[in-house]
């Protein structure tokens, strides 16, 4: 075997783990994702370390907490000075490319990508932008319950449409590399926007839950039950003025479960790729999502909060003679992606930045405990304050400077129905985590942080899009003069290079 592995990275969006048989959900068909979980890893306790989009994804990437890299929400500019690890990875030798989303706001759009094979779904400027200044209005962009309302089967998606590209777009290119004289082993990301609302399938994919029988949530709560944070969700979404009915929660879960069926076989299509370019047995494959969804839990929908659906995710890694299956219990998050592939591909620790917030999972692959933490940070729509948490052992412990503390212990409730932060039996663990919290954050002073970029960036989107506007979205390029038959080339030269296997 060689010393560098190939990566095969495969991220889907808002994909909870509770939604797939490997973390065990019992109504999910996902056969391929059931079987690279078999003969791989399973990271049990895995989490984002941020509740939305291009936050977590901006960790994912760059190993770090999304304050320390000014990753606020889903119009924060991705600052192209922060190393990921497609830097890391293309200075050691390794060709990088990405395909699919990534929701990278600015200028850059490659972040230390050699090759980007297709375009965003989403925009990348500041239009997103929230305002901690106006809470009550909410901006027409984001998210509503028509997703859950009009929930149900169709012909053809936006969504489709773009995982459809992005995974032939890959696949065509592991042929590519397959087929080609580079020599340099390959780090690729292919990452769809399935199964992300808006929760609506394609009707073969909605067929294939005939007759199953659809989970309902675990968990229902009144408004008047919920947490402040939870209220505030209610109206960034439409929720609190928008009745939802049983069916409408059973046709949106059962449409979601349809969209993970669709990953499951864009999962199988690539794993079939890697098998017929000869590639299988040399390449780290790694499953995991950008955050969960709430699907109905607590009366909740999609993400921005701590709860268990919407932060807990997968983490599937398969590497055949370098990770022996198995499963995990310790806590890890997205931040631990960097320094893991690193030592996988031989990095050693000390060329890696000196502020990475991860760490290496590779120890536990081989049985060591692992570091069992897990801090997260949300600063987006539906807040009005830093929110912080802090997973470790069995425990989480949420807090916001507006709001009150809250702490459950996983262990004797996986549904986070009793908040314990007012338990004088634990009082003096709350007091040491809340000690915690001053160490590790300045609230005030990431609150005025984040206030200060939101006003900066709703001045500059409005002044850019006065006059001539130029789009910072990524343009995939491609030179038609090189493609299939050309006259510049030999006929039989260029057939025998495209055909794999070559005919010796």
């Given at each position: ?7 095969l990275?495969?991220m ?14 019992r ?6 994702i ?25 960790s994912?990437?760059a ?9 606020y929400?889903n119009a ?15 200075s ?9 989303k ?5 200028p ?5 990508f050699?090759?980007r ?26 998210h509503s ?18 995982d ?22 390959f ?6 926007t399935?199964?992300h ?23 229902s709560?009144?408004p008047?039950?919920?947490?402040p944070?939870s ?6 979404v439409?929720l ?6 049983p ?12 969209a ?8 199988g ?14 390449t780290?494959?790694?499953l995991?999502?950008d ?7 607590r ?8 709860f268990?659906?919407a932060?807990?995710i997968p ?12 499963r ?33 999972l590779?120890?536990r ?11 997260g940070?949300?600063?987006a729509?539906?807040a009005?304050?830093?929110?912080v ?20 212990d ?11 932060a007012?338990?004088?039996a634990?009082?003096?663990?709350i007091?040491?985590?809340?000690a915690e919290?001053r160490?590790?954050?300045?609230l ?5 942080a984040?206030r200060?970029s ?9 002044a ?34 495209a055909r ?5």
């Open positions: 075997m060689t010393a560098r592995p190939n990566f990275i495969l889907a969006d808002q994909l909870t783990a509770g939604a797939l048989p490997a973390y065990g959900n109504v999910a068909r996902t056969p391929h059931d079987a690279l979980a078999a003969a791989g890893h399973v990271v049990e306790s895995f989490y984002c370390n941020s509740p939305l989009c291009a936050p977590s994804r901006y994912f990437l190993g770090r907490l999304p304050a320390a890299i000014g990753a929400d924060a500019e991705f600052p192209a000075e922060v190393p990921t690890f497609a830097h890391y990875l293309r050691a030798g390794y060709q990088t490319v990405l395909a699919g990534m929701h990278f706001c600015g850059d759009q490659l972040h230390g050699e090759e094979l297709t375009t965003d779904i989403y925009p990348a400027d500041f239009g997103w932008t929230p305002d901690w200044s106006r809470f009550e209005h909410r901006p027409s962009w984001y319950m028509d997703s859950v309302t009009q929930a149900g089967p169709c012909v053809r998606t936006n969504q489709i449409d773009f459809d590209e992005t995974v032939y777009s890959a696949r065509q290119k592991l042929f590519d590399i397959a087929r080609g004289r580079d020599g340099r082993p780090a690729m990301v292919v990452s769809m399935h199964p609302d808006p929760y609506t399938v394609p009707t073969d994919y909605w067929a294939r839950y005939d007759g199953v029988d659809i989970d309902l949530p675990r968990v709560l009144a008047e039950e919920l947490d944070h209220v505030r969700l209610r109206h960034v439409g609190a003025t928008t009745p939802i009915t069916a409408q929660v059973l046709a949106a879960r059962r449409a979601y479960y349809g993970v069926s669709y990953v499951d076989d864009q999962v299509l690539l794993l079939r790729t890697l098998r017929d370019s000869g590639m299988a047995d040399n780290v494959v790694v995991l999502a955050h969960g969804d709430m699907l109905g839990e009366g909740l929908w999609y993400k921005m909060t701590f268990e659906p932060c807990r983490l599937i890694v398969h590497a055949p003679g370098r990770v022996a299956p198995g995990s219990a310790a806590a890890a998050s997205l931040v631990d992606v960097l320094p893991t592939l690193a030592e996988l591909a031989g990095i050693e620790a000390g060329r890696l930045d000196g502020d990475l917030d991860g760490h290496s590779v120890p692959f081989h049985g060591a405990p692992g570091h069992d933490e897990v801090v940070e949300y600063l729509e539906g009005v304050a830093p929110v948490m802090i997973r470790r052992g069995a425990t989480k412990f949420i807090h916001c400077p507006v709001d009150p503390d809250q702490y459950y996983l262990r004797q409730d996986p549904d986070e129905r009793r908040n314990l007012g338990d004088p634990v009082a003096r663990e007091e040491a985590l809340r919290v160490r590790r954050w300045d005030e002073a990431l609150d005025r984040v200060q939101q006003a900066r960036r709703h001045r500059v989107y409005a850019l899009r006065e006059g001539r506007y130029t789009p910072w979205d990524h343009q995939p390029v491609r030179d038609a003069s090189r493609a299939y038959i050309r006259n510049d080339q030999d006929l039989a030269d260029l057939e025998a290079m794999f296997p070559r005919v010796t």
